[in-house]
Structure formats: C-alpha cells, structure tokens
C-alpha cells in the first residue's frame, strides 16, 4: 500500500518539485495550496499520471483559526481518494521570503514571516497530530542562511532558526509514537523566491555561484528527490537533524 504524503505549498516551486519526487518514489501526495488552485490541479494531474493518487485541498497555513475545518475536509478526502483515516507524512513546504536591511524591516514584514515560517508550522503540526499515522514523518524547511550571514535576511534567518529549534522539539516528543522530524535547508536555489531574484538575475547567481563547491546555485531537482529520499523506510533512523542541501556553499 501506498503511503501518503501532505505538502504544504505545493504548487509551486520547491514544493511542486518534492510532490512530483514524492510520487516517483511510490508515495500518493496531498498537495495544498494557498491561492492558485489552477496550479495545484496541474500538479495533482502529473502525480495521477505517475501512477498515483492525489487531491488538491486550500489552506493558507498563516490563518490558525481555519485548520479545525481544514482538518475535516482533510478527513473526507483521506476516505474519499484513498480509503485512510490517517496519513503518513507532513512536509512543511510553504512559506515566503524578504530581503530587508534589519534597520528598515517593518513589523508587518516581521510578523507574516513568522505567520508562515513558525507559528503556521507549529499549530499546523498540532492540528493534524491525531491523524498522522504512527512512525510517520515529519520535514519542515530552514534555510542555509540560519548557519551563515547574508545582509538582508535577518527577519527570514531569525524565522528558519525558530523551526530548527522547533523541528528538534517535534522529534523529542513525537519520538514515543515514532515519528521522525527533520529539517531540511536549501541554499541559494533558482525558483520564484523574492521574485525569482536568484534565477533571474546574473549577479546574484553569479555570486552564489561563486560561494558553492560544486559552482552552481542549486535547482529544484537538487532538493525535491532528497526530501523524497527522507520519507523512505531504510532513513527511519534519521530524527532531529538540520540537512543543509546546497552544493557546500560557503564552507
């Protein structure tokens, strides 16, 4: 039987890349997504013809007070699509970012960074404990940028550090149902983040470029098929641990 995997954020990005990854590797996937149901569809579509099962449910992880209802749209689907009462992992994919001088970085920015990034894990994780199954899985995302500096990032970085912490409570006091929590920490990655700055623009993938050993800044399929990788029986032993996956940038 097939396991089950729920990403937040998956229509897009980094997250769209761990679903399709999820799905070659066996897993049905739960994909969510915040606004664009369109994408999220397209995504559900390529996992199917993957020889998978998959649904698109909303959710906008910033918003705590609607997951009671989330929670049950998500039970009808677990019945519905794949005859569960239970899933088997949480990958906490969604998420924004800002590049700000910390002297200039306002209190709204602050706080929907730590909306998304920390406070949206946390209670997402709570919402959900009672049906994710035993000896299930639990990856959220920190940032190579939590272990070195980048002028701009202090509100993003003091986020992704929160959920390092986090992820290492999570694996303490879910590891009597055996649960494993991981956190997992791209580098620089061509994507849309702050617009698809890293992408797009010469000079700062020049830059990271220069930063990382193996001289490129990563893609998508760098980070997609690790995930994946963690969700597999034989790495049940691997719990508590911030993976960084950048190409040894800045070592």
């Given at each position: 039987m097939s396991k089950i995997s729920m990403i937040t954020g998956a229509n897009r990005g980094l997250g769209r890349n761990a679903a399709i990854s999820i799905a070659k590797a066996g897993n049905d996937v739960i994909v969510t997504y915040r606004g664009n149901e369109a994408q999220a569809q397209e995504v559900v579509e390529e996992i199917r013809a993957l020889g998978q099962k998959a649904v698109?449910?909303?959710?906008?992880?910033t918003k705590i007070s609607t997951f009671p209802a989330f929670v049950s749209t998500l039970k009808k689907a677990l019945s519905e699509t794949f005859g569960r009462d239970s899933f088997d992992h949480l990958i906490n994919n969604a998420g924004h970012g800002e590049m700000t001088p910390f002297?200039?970085?306002?209190?709204?920015?602050?706080?929907?960074?730590?909306d998304v990034h920390v406070k949206g894990v946390f209670f997402?994780?709570?919402?959900?404990?009672?049906?994710?199954?035993?000896n299930g899985r639990?990856?959220?995302?920190?940032?190579?940028l939590t272990r070195v500096s980048f002028p701009g990032f202090s509100a993003y970085s003091a986020a992704k550090g929160a959920i390092e912490i986090l992820t290492v409570y999570l694996a303490k006091e879910l590891g009597e149902r055996g649960i494993t929590a991981n956190c997992v920490a791209p580098g620089?990655?061509?994507?849309?983040?702050?617009?698809?700055?890293?992408?797009?623009?010469?000079?700062?993938?020049?830059?990271?470029?220069?930063m990382t050993a193996l001289g490129r800044v990563g893609l998508p399929d760098d980070i997609g098929p690790m995930v994946a990788s963690l969700l597999r029986d034989d790495n049940r032993w691997v719990t508590a641990q911030r993976i960084e996956v950048s190409g040894g940038q800045t070592i």
């Open positions: 698109a449910l909303q959710l906008d992880v002297a200039e970085t306002t209190e709204q920015q602050f706080d929907s960074l730590f997402l994780v709570q919402a959900v404990l009672p049906i994710l199954a035993d639990i990856i959220t995302y920190s940032s190579g620089a990655i061509e994507t849309d983040f702050l617009g698809g700055a890293v992408r797009d623009t010469p000079a700062y993938n020049e830059a990271f470029a220069s």
